[in-house]
């Protein structure tokens, strides 16, 4: 990977480029913002690392440059300031910043951050390759009993696993009600953020009673794991589903579905995060309901929570502000769901790409996708959920069921 450095002052600078060549790098590097634009724009760098005070152009101008040009607008950027004060952290996130390091650090923080932003983009580049088909579970799934054991619960099989935890059908002994069992092995997950990520999953799920979000039931410790038990949908997710085909009034249907969903929790003031069709699972009633609340976040949270280069989202389904790195609101979550709705109609995602940096281009610049002639009645309502600014975006989850309701109004009762 190629890094670029830009820092005015020569001996951070030289130490920088000497370690990160040490580990690997290629590194080009930079005494002034104005000659950082300039070999960003002709390197294309994986990473840019960056003093925020410097001549002719400073940090801020730099990030601001390079986030409104289609080819540098995705190169993660990690800021360099001996500056402090949260105005000024949240100045430069609010740009699309990616990190913070503050002066004076050490190697390995450098290392570490630099690492992190290294997992981020596998991340992404590991979900651009994920076919679009997801299997419905079934007996042939893998049958052998885990080496997990939790008191009440019986394990029948193996259903899926993610990168923080298992996911295993499951038999309560109180009443022999098949539950999904979520496990977290803390023994080998020693990264407390992700136990964090797995206790506020039940914090949040535990405030939400609604039929479109997922029932939540228990939460505890046996051993070294960590375990919550959330309701079993046997139809699985809605992947396999939009495969097949959906009918235009399906679409609005599930749309209605998770829009209410939505209401629901933006009025606790969480916000999803990572809205997309392996996160709404189909019940035996033709009804939809959102789960995975693990990167959900309340609006209250302080910025610090999310730096580091924590994952928030899946590429495909990424509002343009999360694309850039920007604060959240409840408009990403709208703008996720148009992505849905428009794959559900038909049966392809709005944007195509190999590398990860141009599939986040597309969500940064290019206009919501049109929809043939078949489907033009709705191309407005796709329009609103998918704007590229938040502030001219649909206005919350319930103007999308209001919208719904007033152009199709049997929308909301037709089920999968």
């Known amino acids: 990977m190629k890094i670029l450095v830009a820092e005015d002052e020569p001996t951070i600078r030289n130490n920088l480029v000497a370690l990160l060549r040490m580990e690997g790098f290629d590194v080009v590097d930079a005494s002034n913002g104005k ?35 289609p080819l540098t607008a995705n190169i993660p950027l990690i800021f360099l300031s001996g500056r402090t004060d949260r105005a000024d952290l949240r100045r430069g996130m609010n740009l699309g910043a990616d990190d913070y390091l503050s002066k004076p650090f050490s190697h390995d923080e450098v290392l570490e951050a630099v690492s992190a932003r290294i997992k981020r983009k596998q991340s992404f ?24 054991q939790v008191k009440g619960y019986r394990i029948v099989r193996k259903l899926g696993s993610g990168g923080m935890s298992e996911v295993f059908l499951a038999v309560r002994d109180a009443d022999q009600r098949e539950l999904a069992l979520k496990v977290l092995d803390t023994s080998i997950n020693d990264d407390v953020g992700l136990l964090h990520r797995f206790i506020q999953e039940y914090a949040l799920l535990a405030q ?8 939540i039931y228990d939460q505890g410790f046996a051993d070294a794991h960590a375990f919550l038990t959330m309701e079993y949908f046997a139809g699985g997710d809605i992947t396999r589903r939009i495969a097949t085909g959906m009918t235009p009034e399906q679409a609005l249907g599930v749309t209605v579905q998770v829009a209410l969903a939505l209401v629901q929790i933006h009025a606790l003031g969480i916000i999803h995060r990572d809205v997309k069709p392996g996160n709404l699972m189909m019940r035996q009633d033709g009804s939809v309901a959102l789960i995975d609340f693990g990167i959900a976040k309340h609006t209250d949270h302080a910025l610090e929570h999310t730096l580091h280069g924590e994952i928030v989202g899946s ?17 990403s979550d709208i703008y996720c769901l148009g992505v849905i709705f428009f794959e559900m109609l038909t049966g392809q995602r709005p944007y195509a790409a190999d590398r990860v940096e141009v599939l986040l281009a597309h ?54």
């Open 208 to 215: 939400i009673d609604h039929p479109n979000v997922a029932k």
């Open 125 to 148: 580049e590991k979900a651009l390759t994920q076919p679009m088909v997801a299997r419905k579970p079934s007996d042939a799934d893998d049958n052998t009993h885990p080496a997990v």
């Open 363 to 416: 969500h940064l610049f290019s206009p919501p996708p049109q929809l043939t002639a078949q489907h033009g009645a709705m191309q407005d309502l796709l329009n609103q959920m998918m704007h590229k600014d938040p502030t001219l975006r649909m206005g919350s989850a319930q103007a999308v069921v209001d919208y719904i309701a007033a152009h199709w109004p049997l929308a909301a009762n037709v089920r999968l």
């Open 35 to 69: 000659t950082a634009l300039a070999l960003a724009r002709e390197h294309l760098p994986g990473l840019i690392l960056s003093d925020v005070t410097m001549p002719e152009l400073d940090g801020y101008g730099l990030l601001e440059q390079l986030r409104t040009d």
């Open 315 to 331: 590429p495909h389904y990424l509002s343009p502000e999360q694309a850039a790195g920007r604060a959240v609101s409840a408009a």
